[in-house]
């Protein structure tokens, strides 16, 4: 397929193709569901002290990486996009790969990169018996001060209402993210229909 955007309507479809506002706020809402039965299990792991924790550092970029970039490359979104009936495609109605998967998450996962690191970098300085003789609440005061998460939640709020601007300021709800990668997201049920139609105009 060439660069052509897949236009705002397909004949044959009586509906919108492309994802609503609250149709995203929806699936934004049930992924953040599933990341708190994550973190709860971070917590319980990172319970067992200091070297648990370094563990748990790691294994959250992992997660990270797997549901924003291996899950949407594999089933074209993360499992509330998949629950809600949306796709993440590119602009000309391909199936989008790694490349496209990852440049969508690049902020998030920069941000989640660096504080993570700074993090990581805190409880190898720290002796580990002073850090597991701290109270659950001590531990994570002393873990939030050392990766400066005050820095990051202003970042991230300044990136979240941007991209909720964005997205409200385009006919296609197009956030930044997208942008950044190349994408749309329409719903899953029109995505053959889309792509066939496309195929049959190029």
Request: net charge positive; aromatic share 12%.
């Amino acid at each position: 397929m060439d660069s052509k955007i897949i236009p705002m309507a397909i004949e044959g479809i009586d509906d919108n193709i492309y994802s609503t506002f609250l149709s995203r706020l929806g699936a934004n809402i049930l992924d953040l569901l599933i990341f708190l039965l994550f973190a709860l299990l971070l917590i319980f792991i990172n319970s067992f002290g200091r070297n648990a924790n370094l563990f748990t550092v790691a294994l959250n970029i992992a997660v990270i990486l797997c549901f924003n970039v291996y899950l949407p490359k594999r089933f074209g979104g993360t499992p509330g996009k998949i629950i809600l009936g949306l796709k993440i495609v590119k602009l000309d109605s391909s199936p989008i790969g790694f490349k496209e998967a990852f440049f969508r998450s690049i902020v998030e996962f920069g941000m989640a990169l660096a504080s993570n690191a700074m993090i990581f970098a805190a409880l190898l300085l720290i002796d580990a018996e002073t850090f597991n003789h701290l109270s659950r609440h001590e531990r994570l005061a002393y873990l939030s001060s050392a990766a400066n998460t005050r820095y990051f939640q202003i970042f991230t709020n300044i990136w979240v209402w941007g991209e909720l601007i964005v997205m409200l300021s385009n006919k296609r709800r197009r956030s930044i993210h997208d942008f950044i990668a190349g994408t749309v997201i329409v719903k899953s049920k029109y995505a053959e229909k889309i792509r066939a139609k496309m195929r049959k105009e190029n």
